[in-house]
């Protein structure tokens, strides 16, 4: 029987891997539930219609963005400035309407990683504007969150590009080709 169910998880894991559900960047997932975050940019979703053993307590890595570690921080300042992130996004997300993560894909770590829309807000822009994270586009961390003279670093805005359009008060993604 044993030998059986590894059978059957190694042939969910390979037909129906996370790889395979997030693998389209411009997918979008809608009405997710917020579970918790373990810190500013690393937050817990239940997906609906998705297979449990994929959208349950799923890990989302916001993308774009950065925030100060919890866990690895190495100095007091950088502890302060994760509990700020992490408190903030539990703050914004716990009491939503309406979340959803758009541009889903895979990290150079396998981690998935979205854009998280809630309420018609955009979670990254907000921890940019309130200086609780910096841009990230997957390179090197080169941010010094303990050699900041503040606890955070300056203001950036990314734009209104990042959600996509509304129609009819529902989100399109992908958005329309650009009319010229």
């Not at 809608?30 to 239940?46: A, E, M």
């Not at 979205?114 to 822009?125: H, P, R, S, V, Y």
């Not at 003279?149 to 590009?161: E, K, M």
Request: glycine share 6%; aromatic share 8%; net charge positive.
């Amino acid at each position: 029987m044993s030998k059986f169910l590894c059978l059957l998880f190694i042939s969910l894991v390979v037909f129906v891997s996370p790889a395979s559900i997030f693998a389209k960047s411009s997918t979008s997932y809608l009405n997710v539930k917020y579970i918790d975050n373990f810190d500013g940019d690393s937050i817990t979703f239940d997906i609906p219609d998705t297979p449990a053993i994929i959208g349950k307590n799923m890990v989302i890595r916001l993308l774009g963005v950065d925030t100060p570690e919890l866990k690895k921080s190495k100095c007091e300042q950088e502890k302060k400035a994760a509990l700020l992130a992490k408190n903030r996004v539990h703050s914004l997300l716990k009491d939503a309407k309406v979340i959803n993560l758009h541009r889903t894909g895979r990290g150079k770590y396998f981690r998935i990683l979205a854009d998280i829309e809630f309420d018609g807000k955009d979670l990254a822009t907000i921890l940019l504007n309130e200086e609780l994270a910096v841009p990230y586009s997957g390179g090197t961390r080169d941010h010094d969150w303990c050699g900041a003279t503040n606890l955070r670093p300056p203001t950036v805005n990314r734009g209104s590009s990042i959600l996509p359009p509304v129609v009819n008060g529902v989100y399109v993604w992908p958005p329309p080709p650009k009319q010229e």
